[in-house]
Nanobody, 128 residues
Framework: QVQLVESGGGLVQPGGSLRLSCTAP????????LAWFRQAPGKEREGVSA????????YYTDSVKGRFTISRDVAKHTVDLQMNSLKPEDTAVYYC?????????????????????WGQGTQVTVSA
């Protein structure tokens, strides 16, 4: 069992920035897929961004492209999500997830079923 802990959420004004971080205390993030998901009240969980660690490819949902950046620090065992130009519609609970994904997989890395372990989430609220 892998425990994931997210941090960095909070309240920010529209146009502001936040940096979310995910770590696995006492463990590692040596998984094929590292991702961030979010769920807003009354909405389904959606994939925000992911890294395929084998290829280094990154993936973003359309609504955050150009504003969010996912990164990983192998030495520190963290995966971060830098969020800039935040909008009220970015308000949600953000979850970190990791998964062992087949190296043959060439599909969408923002599918929740690919991920085996999830954090408890961190609240991001964008409001004036």
């Amino acid at each position: 069992q892998v425990q994931l802990v997210e941090s960095g959420g909070g309240l920010v004004q529209p146009g502001g920035s936040l940096r979310l971080s995910c770590t696995a205390p006492g463990g590692t993030l040596h998984y094929d897929g590292l991702a961030w998901f979010r769920q807003a009240p009354g909405k389904e969980r959606e994939g925000v961004s992911a890294i395929a660690t084998l290829t280094g490819n990154t993936y973003y949902t359309d609504s955050v492209k150009g504003r969010f950046t996912i990164s990983r620090d192998v030495a520190k065992h963290t995966v971060d999500l830098q969020m800039n130009s935040l909008k009220p519609e970015d308000t949600a609970v953000y979850y970190c997830a990791v998964g062992s994904i087949s190296r043959a997989y060439r599909g969408d890395f923002l599918r929740s079923h690919l991920y085996d372990y999830w954090g408890q989430g961190t609240q991001v609220t964008v409001s004036a």
